[in-house]
């Protein structure tokens, strides 16, 4: 199978801790868009992360991951709900699916193409 984020290339070790781990904590505030996350996703684990910068627009709350205020109480919840090994690994085949739906090549290709089609269609009216 493809990787699902293909401007990275593949790291061992990488995947050795991505497939060892139940979710991933993705504690920056504020941060730009990020790849981390993505990368977690498309390799079928939930993400944690502060609801704030780049995550808002990556991670969907609640199905593949948890958006959580910066504070002790929101991360904890977050993480007792992830403790359930069944809902873990049903919300990171929703992650899975969320970066392949939203972020795969294949995606933003027809993204792109609607775009272009857009302004050359706009180009040819008065």
């Given amino acids: 199978m493809p990787p699902l984020v ?6 061992r070790q990488r995947a050795l801790l991505l497939a060892a781990c139940r979710a ?3 504690t920056p505030q504020h941060e730009h868009f990020g790849i981390v996350p993505l ?4 390799s079928g684990r939930p993400v944690v992360a502060c609801n704030s910068g780049g995550p808002v627009e ?22 007792e709900s992830l403790l359930d090994a069944r ?19 294949a995606a933003f290709g027809e993204r792109l193409d ?13």
């Avoid at 873990?88 to 795969?104: I, L, N, P, T, Y």
């Avoid at 775009?115 to 009216?125: D, E, K, Q």
């Fill in 114 to 126: 609607r775009h272009v089609h857009a302004l050359a269609n706009a180009r040819g009216t008065p």
């Fill in 6 to 11: 293909p401007w990275r290339r593949p790291c």
């Fill in 39 to 42: 990368e977690a996703m498309a």
């Fill in 24 to 26: 991933v904590l993705y």
């Fill in 58 to 79: 990556s991670v969907p709350d609640g199905r593949g991951g948890f958006l959580c205020e910066p504070a002790a109480g929101p991360w904890a919840d977050a993480l």
């Fill in 87 to 105: 809902g873990a690994a049903k919300m990171g085949a929703a992650a899975r699916a969320h970066v392949q739906e939203a972020f795969s090549r």
